[in-house]
């Protein structure tokens, strides 16, 4: 029985008189789950609560009774960290047997939404992963039995072993990688779990240099080119006598047969790349004059 819980209302017919009420006598209170609004006066079908009974009864009975808002309610119910759990491999045998395909299927059954389980018992944790962490736990696709592992926990090939394997693909772009890790190319073997489906984020430090080196085409991104010194690039553009700006966007485009492909360390977007660095002008770059880009 919890210790008599004393405070002096604010009325008191009596001045400085406590009233005094038990434990036993504290858990007659209305038994619900909207302790809160209780408290509040919100629940005008209730009477009023007593002053001598704790709007905070958790920190009131504190080692002296206190068991749980279930236990105050009269409800049973016992706070997710309260509770004692099964064994992880008991739990996990369980879960094995419900046949659930995923996290998003774990959590439809957590609340009661697959109609064709079985409920889940109280002694199963919906937040496994807080509940066993140490003790057995690897991952959903362990939990559910469905072997999938997340991609952070899984273990990839190193960098120039995975790099030889999609070079044999012949890929030819980073949209054909996509698509490849999506499995929209019957016609290409299906990609391995060792094989990370974002290279770039697993492989950072580790040899990555861009896709025209994952792919094994050799294109590499604008923002990974090295471009030649502004004056070497534009004396080489003014060799090839364009005019204007429009004549230099289809250059770009490998428009002109008569003429000599861009090299890849001249930049399409001149402008970009030698700001503040000798750019003066789309006339000035293609060495005819003023003219604005």
């Known amino acids: 029985m919890f210790p008599l819980f004393q405070r002096i209302p604010p009325y008191s017919a009596v001045p400085n008189q406590p009233i005094e009420i038990s434990y036993s006598e504290v ?55 309260n509770r004692k759990y099964r064994p992880f491999a008991k739990a996990r045998t369980f879960v ?43 991952g959903v696709g362990d939990w559910l039995g469905t072997g999938t592992v997340a991609p952070f926990n899984r273990k990839y090939l190193p960098f ?45 430090d580790k040899g990555w240099s861009g896709f025209g080196d994952w792919l094994g085409t050799g294109t590499v991104a604008p923002q990974d080119r090295k471009y030649l010194p502004f004056d070497k690039a534009r004396d080489i553009v003014h060799i090839l006598n364009l005019k204007n700006s429009t004549e230099w966007r289809r ?23 030698y700001k503040n660095k000798g750019w003066a002008g789309i006339g000035d770059w293609l060495g005819v004059g003023l003219l604005s880009l």
């Not at 609340?111 to 919906?126: F, M, N, R, S």
């Open 96 to 138: 094995h047997e419900l046949n659930l395909k995923s996290r998003a299927e774990w959590s439809q059954y957590c609340k009661g939404e697959l109609t064709d389980k079985p409920p889940k018992p109280d002694d199963i944790p919906a937040g496994p992963v807080q509940v066993y962490k140490g003790q057995g736990w690897e």
């Open 251 to 273: 250059y770009c485009k490998g428009e002109f047969p008569d003429k000599p492909p861009k090299p890849e360390d001249i930049p399409a977007r001149p402008h970009r790349t």
């Open 160 to 204: 120039a072993e995975a790099r030889t394997f999609v070079h044999e693909l012949s890929l030819k772009s980073k949209e054909e990688w996509s698509q490849y890790c999506k499995g929209e190319m019957s016609d290409e073997p299906p990609k391995p779990e060792d094989i990370p489906a974002t290279p770039k984020r697993t492989y950072k």
């Open 27 to 81: 858990k007659k209170a209305p038994a619900n789950t909207e302790w809160r609004q209780y408290c509040k006066g919100e629940l005008t079908d209730k009477p009023l609560k007593p002053d001598s009974i704790p709007a905070d009864p958790n920190q009131v009975y504190k080692g002296r009774g206190w068991e749980g808002v279930g236990d105050w309610l009269g409800t049973g119910t016992v706070a997710p960290f």
